[in-house]
């Protein structure tokens, strides 16, 4: 199994502020990972460093051998905590947007996805409900075929319904040899899917394991233990 | 990658600019006719009414002009450092290739523009017998440009018209960059770092002038004695020269040192909501 | 079919008994293919990996069989799937005996309460 990223002593600073705290982190490929931590611990400074839209203070950060740039921004397919896409454009432009910018990108596989929800491609952002939006985007970033995905707080504030939709699509369309990292606080409703964990807080990890050595070995779901972690 | 970004957005920014210029034209015509209705410009009754017809379309006229500016400017903002940066800036592409391929849009619009607004302004105010003169003048001016005689100024001062759109696309970005540092109202923060900019340039234009000036002017004499031609007309024309490229120089330094701010600030100093 | 895991305890076993469940109650009949690994994780809502290793266990066990290249078969052999059924059957009764000891019933006394239980149900 190879390592897709790895972090060493990653330290990330706002001003006074520590986001990320000397990290050292190593998450191999192949693995649906949740990156579990209460809000403002970390999550989206880590997952924005990975994505490059962050320079790290110190320390080093490397997926899949390269240093976040051009080259990592080939492998790696993000989907943010916010929708970006342009309100006056169509479904059919991101189409072909990412289509042209990424190698990987599956147009028959996007236009599947889109039917099966009976999303007309040649609508308008505007026109579509915040919740379609939010699909689309998913659908976006899941017909990559990357090698590490990053989904920031995916199921965060949707209902029950889509949420089943998001986990579906995440599954449906994850290939053996990627590597699925997802932030949420909402363990509950993702540990089924998860290989492994890792406990951020305060910028410090807390804990990286799999997660049914934590069923085996302290008979506890996930979010059992993660309540027990960061109790109050 | 470079071609690509220049294509998605050159097919971003088109239609609203397009559907403004076009509606800037009717409204050329229409305050034209207006006008010409008054007995106006060519009936030389030029009323009251008449003129401030023609004012307020000047005013239309540059309004589109400034609005042209701050589009491109809005375009690079808002797709870079709101949350659509959240897809520009992880798109596999270099900050070069991001400020350049979205530059030239910006570039081939706002020269459009400059030709736009003046291709405006005849038909707002030139007669039939104006406009051939200046079809028949145009050739020549071209002409005479490419003759030996020609003071090397205006070929500076060409130079400089030509330039003239990339600095001040690059100002913008730059002003962009500078807004997308601030934590909150970044847009506002950007007008207000265009102005800002745009103020210590004109500062700092004045302070080299006056301190290179009366050396220039020094020089160019003292090359005079040398060669023992003394007129007035040639050393005042080489001042002028040698002021011109100083002010390019100026631009030219201005405008790589804005290229730089942008692209350090897309590297490594993002800071999207 | 519906999935009701329980997150405090590995999923793929509890996944592996599930299947094994479908199988020895004929939902699966010997003989056939199972669904593909990446069918039956998204009908689970479950990662293909978790799948995969649940797959593993049951083949371990003797109960699915994989072919190269086309897919996991059920096993043919109707004995085993038989034994299989009478083990989970004893365990079953074993660990409801225990409950009932510990209710305070005699297995005597459970037995004819079954007994009487059934006459109500017939008449």
Redesign the interface.
């Known amino acids: 199994m190879s390592t897709i990223l790895q972090c060493e002593n990653l330290s990330k600073r706002y001003g006074a502020r520590t986001a990320l705290d000397n990290i050292s982190l190593k998450l191999d490929s ?3 990972i949740g990156l579990l931590g209460p809000n403002g611990s970390g999550k989206s400074t880590l997952i924005k460093l990975i ?5 790290p203070t110190a320390g080093t950060l490397l997926i899949d051998g390269h240093a976040p740039g ?1 080259e990592t ?2 492998i ?1 397919s ?1 989907l ?1 905590e ?5 309100e ?2 169509k479904v059919s432009s991101y189409i072909s ?1 990412f289509a ?3 190698g990987d990108f599956d147009t028959s596989r996007a236009l599947d996805m889109l039917q099966r929800l009976d999303i007309d491609p040649d609508l308008r952002i505007k026109t579509l409900s915040k919740g379609t939006q939010e699909k689309v985007q998913l659908i976006l970033v899941m017909s990559r075929r990357a090698r590490l995905y990053c989904l920031d707080e995916p199921i965060a504030g949707v209902d029950p319904a889509a949420r ?1 939709y998001i ?2 699509t995440i ?2 369309n ?1 290939d ?1 040899n990627a590597t699925i990292l997802i932030s949420t606080h909402l363990i ?1 409703d993702v ?5 492994e964990v890792v406990f951020i807080q305060n910028g410090h990890i807390r804990l990286q394991a799999q ?2 050595d934590i ?2 070995n302290q ?6 233990l993660f309540r027990e972690v960061f109790k109050c | 990658m470079l071609k690509k970004i220049f294509k998605y957005e050159w097919k971003t920014i088109c239609p609203l600019l397009l559907a403004v210029h076009g509606v800037g034209l009717v409204i050329a015509v229409i305050c034209r006719i207006g006008i010409r209705l008054m007995d106006g410009l060519d009936g030389n009754d030029n009323s009251l009414m008449a003129i401030l017809l023609m004012m307020a379309a000047v005013m239309a006229i540059g309004c589109i002009v400034a609005y042209t500016y701050f589009y491109t400017g809005y375009r690079f903002y808002k797709s870079v450092f709101t949350q659509q940066g959240y897809l520009t800036n992880t798109l596999p592409v270099t900050a070069d290739q991001l400020i350049w391929g979205k530059g030239f849009t910006a570039v081939i619009w706002v020269s459009l523009n400059f030709l736009w607004a003046v291709i405006a302004l005849i038909i707002l105010i030139a007669s039939p017998s104006d406009v051939s003169e200046i079809l028949h003048e145009l050739p020549k001016a071209i002409a005479s440009l490419f003759s030996r005689d020609t003071p090397a100024f205006v070929w500076l001062a060409v130079l400089s018209t030509l330039l003239t759109p990339f600095s001040m696309t690059i100002q913008i970005y730059a002003s962009a960059a500078i807004g997308n540092l601030f934590m909150g109202h970044k847009l506002l923060a950007t007008i207000g770092s265009f102005f800002g900019i745009s103020f210590i340039q004109q500062i700092l234009g004045l302070v080299i002038l006056a301190i290179c000036g009366p050396h220039l002017t020094r020089i160019t004499y003292q090359a005079q004695e040398i060669e023992g031609n003394i007129s007035y007309y040639t050393p005042v024309l080489n001042t002028m020269n040698l002021m011109m490229i100083l002010t390019l120089a100026f631009s030219v330094i201005c405008a790589v040192g804005f290229y730089f701010l942008c692209r350090y600030v897309l590297d490594h100093k993002l800071n999207l909501e | 079919m519906t999935w009701i895991l329980d997150p405090s305890r590995p999923i793929y076993a509890q996944i592996a008994e599930l299947v094994r469940l479908d199988i020895i109650s004929g939902l699966y009949q010997p003989g056939t293919k199972l669904p593909s690994v990446r069918e039956l994780a998204a009908q689970a809502k479950v990662n293909p990996n978790t799948m995969q290793k649940a797959l593993t266990e049951l083949e371990r066990s003797g109960l699915v069989h994989s072919m190269r290249t086309s897919g996991r078969f059920i096993t043919e052999d109707i004995d085993m799937i038989q034994k299989m059924k009478e083990n989970l059957a004893t365990d079953q009764i074993r660990g409801f005996l225990e409950k009932m000891s510990s209710m305070g019933f005699q297995p005597q006394d459970t037995l004819k309460l079954i007994e009487k239980i059934l006459k109500e149900e017939q008449s």
């Open positions: 192949g693995r649906i994505n490059d839209l962050l320079s051009l921004k080939k790696v993000y943010p916010r929708t970006y896409l342009d006056n454009l947007y042209d910018f990424y089943d986990l579906s599954i449906n994850y053996e509950s540990e089924n899917i998860l290989d997660v049914d069923r085996c008979g506890n779901s996930i979010d059992g």
